[in-house]
Structure formats: structure tokens, C-alpha cells
């Protein structure tokens, strides 16, 4: 029995797979999938973006002051950022 994280048997997947098929057609299913993939990895990407710049100006104000006190919220707040970006990237 396949099992999803949500508790998904293989007839309730098999069930949903009908049911997309009957609403979108076999023709447009594909489509749907590759747009899907194409917004995660989008979302993933200006993630990442963000997390990096952030990261880059905090060393460099880092940098410029030399404060130990920033550099411990800095590392509190990349912490924060992976804790939230965690749930989004994909496990590998």
C-alpha cells in the first residue's frame, strides 16, 4: 500500500487521478504538472535569493562594525530563515 505524508492510500490516489483525468482530460493533466513545477521552483528560487541577500548584507554590515551582540542575531535570524525555508525546499 502506497502511503503519502498525508495518509493517502493507493485507491484514494487512484481515485483523485480518475477524477483529474475526467475533469482536465489526459491532454491537460501534463500541462498542469510542468506549471506546478515551474511556480515551486520559482518560489524555491526567489527564496533563496532573498535568504542570500540578506545574508550578504548582514556580513557586510558585519564587517564595517565588527559587533559580536549583531553577529549573534544575524545567526539567530539565518536560523529563523532555514527553520521557514525548510518546510519549502525539497528533501533529497
Given at each position: 500500500m502506497l502511503t503519502l505524508p498525508l495518509f493517502i492510500s493507493g485507491a484514494e490516489i487512484a481515485f483523485i487521478?480518475?477524477?483529474l483525468v475526467m475533469v482536465f482530460g489526459a491532454d491537460k493533466i501534463p500541462e498542469i504538472a510542468r506549471g506546478l513545477g515551474k511556480g515551486m521552483r520559482?518560489?524555491?528560487?526567489?527564496?533563496?535569493?532573498?535568504?542570500?541577500e540578506i545574508t550578504s548584507s548582514a556580513e557586510k554590515h558585519l564587517e564595517n562594525t565588527?559587533?559580536?551582540d549583531i553577529k549573534k542575531e544575524v545567526d539567530q535570524v539565518k536560523d529563523d530563515i532555514e527553520e521557514i525555508t525548510g518546510s519549502i525546499r525539497r528533501k533529497r
Open positions: 487521478m480518475f477524477i520559482t518560489l524555491k528560487d526567489a527564496t533563496n535569493d532573498i535568504k542570500s565588527g559587533g559580536d
